[in-house]
């Protein structure tokens, strides 16, 4: 066998870890086994690579390399290791920016060295549609890391004409890609490079934070799919395998998260959503009255209760309370109370994101709900609790068309016998809009700081 | 039209197909762990971008391929690593031990 033929073999060995690790992921029992093995694959192609010959020499630059992936491994291990789950949005985000970045990276070198070989046509546009895709996912999750890192404001920046010049900036980006592939011009290329940084900023800018999950999982596509274009241009099966199973999953992931928001995705991406906060529902709001109470109130409900439901939101671990709400799961079910969680698919920064939080708090899998499962639980359930929740529990989403959230999917907290809201203040969530529920008569409001009033009612449960 | 692109292209459909239809059977309890997953599966880069370094000719080749590198061993490790710690937390309702240690919140 020669040795082309059995480093391709390898690379067949890994695109096949790599399938075998997405299909672990279908359940959460065999999904670390599954990264691992990826992991092991992706090793095995790294190393084959050393042994590659190409233009007919081996690689030159091997010390280079090693130096350069030394530099890589110092910077990325400690930060993967040691950085918070709530900042794990901000985390994919960088990542998946510096992919996108070494792809658009690649596809301009291979164009620098192969520009003098007169390619065919198809081959520069292979490496074009590598530089535009990658760049624009490189200062996209830029742009995203600012946003969720909140180095910069989280709201949508908006400014007049916005969506022509975003528009201008696209069309110029083609232009010039059809005038590189008649003229060939290597200086051109770097005007699209700049474009295209250009396009990814202006492109997330009006992205408000609400809706970034979405704004994430298409970056990453993005990513997968300039990957490809490069795989394309070098000409390894390897890298397209891989960069398309990643471009499919960030677009199903996309298509999922703008479902679970009730909103198409053009919806998402261009209309700044939450850019202006305005109290829709307002007439009714004065003269309606809410029912607080104190933890020692949603004590006694609770000691009645033989089936509670938690409905966690982002302000939970915004609280830091994951911990004291599982304390307090705990307690419950030492009392022989059936406790389950309800997880809104956006509930957190970005798709799934509320189950890890959860998880690292030792929630086991088990008891965290899909919305659909929630939902038939809430039918039965004694009490619902909602903590650091909104928008996904609010009524308004069902039956208000005027409202902008109307047609989101929601966790339907009101089909349980008793609604227990903590909350900071009567401050509308995220995506600025009152919540009905809040007015429920089934409802009690807890003022106050989730990880205090939870606290106070563990406090509560054991005493009683 | 060249018959390796054919050849390029049919890989990618089938994998489109195939990706498909594994990520849809991903339960959304799972997806954060999916997406930075398969971020670290696009880290692939890694093996184009030393290719392009080990057969940089030219300074400025060298040096966009040095940061290629950089930038793609970021990501393909920090992927992996921040996968498998997220990984790591999830698990299965434990068999009742009673007053296990706690670790208090935080």
């Known amino acids: 066998m020669s040795r082309e033929t059995l480093i391709d073999l390898l690379y067949l060995f890994s695109a096949t870890t790599f399938i075998v690790a997405l299909k672990g992921l279908g359940s959460p029992k065999r999904a670390r086994h599954g990264n691992l093995v990826a992991a092991f694959g992706m090793l095995v192609a790294i190393v084959a690579t050393f042994f590659k010959y190409v233009d007919g020499h081996p690689l030159h630059h091997v010390l280079l390399i090693l130096l350069a992936m030394f530099i890589g491994v110092i910077i990325a291990v400690p930060t993967a290791r040691f950085v918070q789950m709530t900042a794990m949005p901000q985390l994919v985000a960088i990542f998946n920016g510096v992919g996108g970045g070494a792809a658009s990276l690649v596809s301009i070198t291979e164009f620098v060295h192969i520009k003098s070989t007169n390619p065919a046509t198809y081959v520069i546009l292979e490496v074009l549609l590598g530089v535009l895709i990658g760049t624009v996912s490189f200062s996209g999750s830029a742009i995203a890391f600012a946003k969720l890192q909140e180095l910069m404001t989280g709201r949508p920046v908006t400014y007049p004409g916005q969506q022509i010049m975003n528009a201008l900036i696209g069309a110029a980006a083609l232009g010039l890609i059809v005038t590189i592939l008649v003229t060939g011009s ?22 408000g934070g609400a809706d970034v999950p979405v704004l994430i999982s298409l970056l990453n596509s993005f990513t997968g799919l300039a990957v490809a274009a490069s795989g394309f241009t070098l000409g390894s099966n390897l890298l397209i395998v891989a960069g398309t199973l990643v471009g499919a999953s960030g677009i199903l992931l996309t298509r999922l998260m703008s ?137 308004a989403a069902t039956n208000d068309p005027s409202s902008p959230i109307y047609g989101m999917p929601i966790i339907h907290a009101d089909l349980a016998e008793n609604v227990v809201f903590l909350k900071r203040s009567m401050r509308p969530g995220f995506a600025g809009i009152d919540n009905e529920l ?27 | ?78 992927g992996f690593v921040v996968t498998d710690r997220m990984l790591e937390m999830f698990k299965p309702r434990q068999p009742k031990a009673p007053s296990k240690p706690d670790e208090g919140p935080q």
């Open chain 1, 438 to 464: 809040l007015y429920n008569p089934k409802t009690i409001l807890v003022f106050g700081d989730a990880k205090d009033t939870l606290t106070k009612l563990v406090a509560v449960v054991k005493a009683s």
């Open chain 1, 259 to 395: 479902k679970a928001m009730g909103r198409s995705l053009s919806n998402v991406l261009f209309s700044a959503f939450g850019s202006n906060v305005t109290a829709t529902g307002g007439t009714a709001e004065d003269g309606r009255s809410v029912r607080s109470g104190t933890p020692e109130d949603v004590g006694v409900l609770l000691s009645f209760a033989s089936k509670v439901v938690i409905i966690p939101g982002y302000g939970l671990a915004v609280a830091q309370g994951q911990h004291v709400l599982r304390e307090l799961a705990e307690q419950l079910e030492a009392k022989g109370i059936d406790v389950k969680y309800a997880i809104h698919p956006v509930a957190g920064r970005m798709p799934g994101h509320m189950n890890v939080l959860l998880a690292e708090a030792n929630v086991p899998y088990e008891d965290l709900l899909e919305m659909d499962e929630a939902n038939s639980e809430l039918t039965t359930a004694d009490v619902a609790i909602v903590v650091g929740a909104n928008d996904t529990v609010n009524p």
């Open chain 1, 186 to 207: 290597s200086t051109l290329l770097w005007i699209l490079l700049a474009l295209a940084f250009v396009l990814g900023v202006a492109f997330v800018l009006p992205i």
């Open chain 2, 1 to 78: 039209m060249s018959n390796v692109l054919l050849q390029y292209a049919t890989v990618l459909i089938l994998t489109a197909f195939v990706g498909t239809e594994i990520i849809a059977k991903v339960p959304s309890i799972l997806h954060t762990p999916l997406m930075s997953g398969s971020n670290a599966i696009h880290g692939v880069i890694l093996v184009g971008s030393m290719l392009i370094l080990g057969s940089a000719t030219t300074n400025l080749e060298e040096v966009l391929g040095f940061l290629a590198v950089i930038l793609a061993t970021l990501n393909v490790v920090g």
